[in-house]
């Protein structure tokens, strides 16, 4: 079968052998994958990760158990030993070493089929297409938010960054009822906010200062909330959500920044900050909210590529300014 | 009257000119003052304080409104100014800019008498003596932890840090019903809370390795816990504390380390650590501990020094191994 496949060096498409079945284990064929920027950080060397890439998929089983066979699915990308404690307390998804699809110790969703554990396995109810089941997987990091925070009615929430995860974070936030603002760098990407009703602005820029350090994003001067998202996927994110974060307010780091981050950890401790670390979440709810409308995902589709151009299409999702890159049959 | 002024050079005993009487507020002639970590990082310039340092303290309201004139008094040390929307939120700890006595815009309690707004007194019941009183703020700022996090029965809490902060909180956690662990660098420390029934560790040594970073204090390699308090004072306790809190775990951040912290931020996301910076607490359930005698303070008090040696009781209250210094009058 055909792979994109991350060597180390460079992500080709190349032959592959298709997964064989193996116990607990189901064979998915691929209708739909998404691009996601955790597969552009691992070919800059994050997790060391070797293997096919992609972890975002729509398919339909094709071996497994009967029960499976024939279904439309997607799949939770950690994969749960079940044996140790923390699969015990139903954090399977926290296992250590950490097996997860696409991205440690398991080949991806970029090919014609995946293997995917089959206590992973969520049925796609008939009203999601494709293109919408295939956003389950971030849809559901959005959700994790609300797993790890309460989120009131009449929450003031601010979400730094209008990347496909801000994005799809500032809608289940106003779908919670928080009173949202979210802060980006791109008129036309928060355009696609403002056609939901919710509130954004456009980051001001700051004076560049030779300092050596790695020049702001933006700036953001605006009342403290008691909710506060850093989804810009930069270093410097943190200062400035910290300083956003109103005292005892609740600072959400969805941003996987790879090294070492100077932080100044007495602002937390005198505004008695908490700063929530959030990854993945469960899929039940992200696959209600699509099979419901109560979030726009298809406007986040920036381009659609087949598998045998799957390089070119790695290369789309890492051009300025692009959102959601799907790779279809 | 005598008073324990910093000038932003020295620490002195001088003459001062006795707190006169204002709107909202109570003089109150000072008992006994304890001397905190946070007095002698004034004196190394932390806030820029200048004036009569000190807000640990119990004493007699000599001036003030009728009802208090007379009575045994302890006082919280943030100055709400009552008008603005954090005052409104019950936070009027948090208003900006800060007013705290004897560390921001306020002169402090190491001094014959001190004025406090008179929303800040608790009346102190005869249970409680002096020098258990006189541990109010403190105990407060360890019971702040069950004010932002839930601690169940049976949650397992790791406390790193057996200073005075340290050692009040691993009490509280016990007593709130958390399997606690107290790891620190002082076995006759450690040995007051095993008194109490609380498991305690020594950090183990650490080979010196000269990285020019700041030499590590000492490694812990147990199990994940999933609350750890750091509380070690120590800029890279942070990082240890963090590898010490399990998956969706909780991190409470005590040290106000001054200055930048390397951190890697992805560790909190990946492992979704939670946070949670926690200065000062409400006073009523510290004094419902000492009137209980639930927490032993007593045993914390390792000198008693009289006003006039007020400085020496600052260099006793900054030797290594030193509990609770506490000035007298």
Known sequence: MRALVWDGTAARVIDRDPPSIT???AVVEVRCAGICNTDL???KG???FRGTLGHEFVGEVVDGPAAWR??????????????????????GRHGRP??????????G??????????ANLHAVDDRVDDEEAVFTEPLAAAFAILEQVRVAPGTSALVFGDGKLGLLIAQVLHQAGARVLAVGKHEEKLALLRAQGIATELFRPVAPVDT???????AWAGEPAELVVEATGTAEGFTRAVRATRPRGTLVLKSTVAGLSSVHLADLVVHEITVVGSRCGLFDPALRALEGRTVDVRSLVSARLPLER????LRAAAAPGALKVLVTR
Do not use: H, K, W
Not at 70 to 91: D, K, M, P
Not at 109 to 118: F, G, K
């Open 23 to 25: 116990a607990g284990m």
């Open 41 to 43: 950080e691992i070919t």
């Open 46 to 48: 994050y997790m060391g």
């Open 70 to 91: 024939g279904r439309r699915v997607v799949g939770e990308i950690n994969f749960a030993c079940g044996r140790c404690s923390t699969c015990a307390r139903g954090l």
């Open 98 to 107: 950490p097996t997860v699809l696409g991205i440690a110790g398991a080949d």
């Open 109 to 118: 969703a970029l090919a014609e089929r995946v293997a995917v554990p089959v």
């Open 212 to 218: 050596g350090a790695v020049p702001p994003q933006g």
């Open 310 to 313: 799957a390089e070119e299409a």
